[in-house]
């Protein structure tokens, strides 16, 4: 049994980062929707691409720790005269640092019809990724409200799927609320820090306020100079940033971590590992000490940086039968990561971890947009839960049932597109009345996901000459070659 929504004509957009813009994209495609309103609570698109300014990561205050994904809607820091307007422009604090370097060689990150520019390097610094959305924007600007935070989203007709959603000017403080029939949730997963509970935590950054951070907080590694360093996590923010403050850190940098690293084949050598900490230990008999679970205590140290990643968090979203998060580990009744199967006019485009995210983001806009359209059905109800439960018994009920890792993402992506093609195809739409397509990975792009971590090893092997290195065959990884070398022998 299918299920067919109520038609959509209305239809808002949170968030103008890489997912609202795929949205705006996709749903501008079907030519069937009457109104797209995208809002955006920054001045500008990018959403986590914008670098915050130092005055902004200073005034950051994190709580220590952090666990509750039920926060309060995040405040503006306010900037005047900046080179995008010399009026009042509200920001908002990014995990963004600098330096950074994305983890995707930009031939897969790249979206399906916007190449990056020629000339840029394999693995794009953030300043290229934030131009590039800059450009992939153009066509859907229009639709943009900027300075606008969305501040709340209710069920307005459950029958009917619709939705009350109030938001705020920021510049001139003016309310408004309007009723669209369906709402995509693109606010993004980097927003509401995860810091997790340590016994003496708290009594140690009373004691020592910059003695505890969250790599949110991190801007460059200037701060950390002959410092002793403590940096918990080693996902890609804590691996990053670490080899950023060990170049100038007390040495040797010191790493605490759970489990290997997803990013890499080996430990990595400018760093002493050690495995989670078991306790702060109080400021009143030790001095800045800490101990692992191992039971070695480090003393002297300065700074512990939390790389620990986010929580899920929606707190515009209220009223719903069914909350769609509990701890902030996972996103709660999402069909195919993505519907709200209580009332699937309501979508959470990119809740993904460890995937490609804009291309990801493609063929999951591809499918609401259709579905919405009335293009393509959805499964009934229990066919939907089935699918989430059959998800928790495979990873978990917790932060591992959004996490893709390889083959994984492969899989889901082109699953997603063969769901897409099913659709109906209408007249005077592209590609035979079939609509706008998402990406579909052939084998040569299956082998290249499937080298990440070897071809990451490569890259950074470069150092400062990586930033000319532009090609995968440049480092070695030539798909047509090995493809000839392994038919020949």
Request: charged share 20%.
């Amino acid at each position: 049994m299918t299920r067919t929504p109520p038609p959509v004509r209305r239809v808002a957009i949170i968030g103008a980062g890489a997912c609202g813009l795929v949205a705006a994209k996709y749903l501008l495609a079907e030519e069937c929707f009457d109104k797209i309103d995208l809002f955006e609570q920054r001045s500008c698109v990018g959403g986590v691409w914008n670098l915050n300014p130092a005055e902004d990561k200073d005034q950051a205050t994190i709580p220590v720790p952090a666990e509750d994904p039920n926060v309060p809607l995040e405040e503006p820091f306010w900037h005047t005269g900046t080179s995008k307007s010399s009026g009042k422009e509200a920001t908002f604090l990014s995990p963004l640092y600098e330096g950074l370097e994305t983890n995707i060689p930009h031939g897969l990150m790249r979206f399906s019809d916007l190449p990056f520019p020629d000339r840029t390097q394999l693995f794009p610094k953030f300043k290229t990724v934030l131009e590039y959305l800059e450009k992939y924007s153009l066509d859907v600007k229009h639709l943009i409200q900027f300075q606008v935070q969305v501040l709340d989203i209710t069920p307005a007709d459950t029958n009917l799927g619709t939705w009350t959603v109030t938001r705020k000017d920021l510049v001139s403080g003016e309310l408004q609320t309007d009723v669209y029939d369906a709402v995509v949730i693109a606010n993004g997963h980097y927003n509401v820090p995860h810091v997790p509970s340590v016994p003496g935590m708290t009594a140690w950054k009373k004691a020592y306020p910059q003695g505890i951070l969250h790599s949110k907080q991190y801007l460059n590694s200037a701060p950390y100079k002959n410092k002793k360093v403590v940096v918990v996590g080693n996902s890609a923010s804590g691996l990053d940033i670490g080899s950023q403050i060990s170049k100038v850190c007390q040495q040797p940098l010191i790493s605490s971590i759970r489990s290997e690293s997803y990013f890499l084949s080996s430990a990595p050598s400018d760093r002493k590992e050690y495995p989670p900490i078991a306790e702060f230990m109080s400021p009143e008999t030790h001095n800045r000490a800490i101990r692992f679970s191992n039971g070695e205590i480090e003393e002297d140290v300065d700074v512990v940086l939390f790389c620990t990643g986010y929580l899920y968090s929606f707190p515009f979203l209220s009223g719903l039968d069914l909350p769609v998060i509990t701890d902030g580990g996972r996103t709660l009744h999402v069909y195919q990561h993505l519907f709200y199967i209580e009332q699937p006019t309501l979508v959470f485009p990119g809740l993904h971890q460890k995937v490609i995210p804009f291309i990801q983001a493609e063929n999951q806009c591809a499918a609401f947009a259709r579905v919405w359209s009335g293009r393509l059905n959805l499964p009934s109800k229990k066919e939907m839960y089935e699918w989430e439960n059959s998800n928790i018994e495979a990873r978990g009920p917790g932060k591992a049932f959004h996490a893709l890792a390889y083959p994984l993402d492969a899989d889901y992506l082109n699953q997603m597109y063969d769901w897409v093609a099913s659709a109906k195809p209408r007249p005077g739409l592209p590609n035979d009345g079939h609509g706008k397509w998402g990406p579909r990975w052939s084998e040569k792009e299956r082998w290249i996901r499937s080298k990440f971590t070897l071809i990451k090893q490569a890259y950074a092997a470069l150092g400062d000459k990586r930033g000319s290195c532009l090609t995968l065959e440049e480092l070695g990884f030539d798909y047509e070659a090995t493809k000839k070398e392994q038919e020949k022998n």
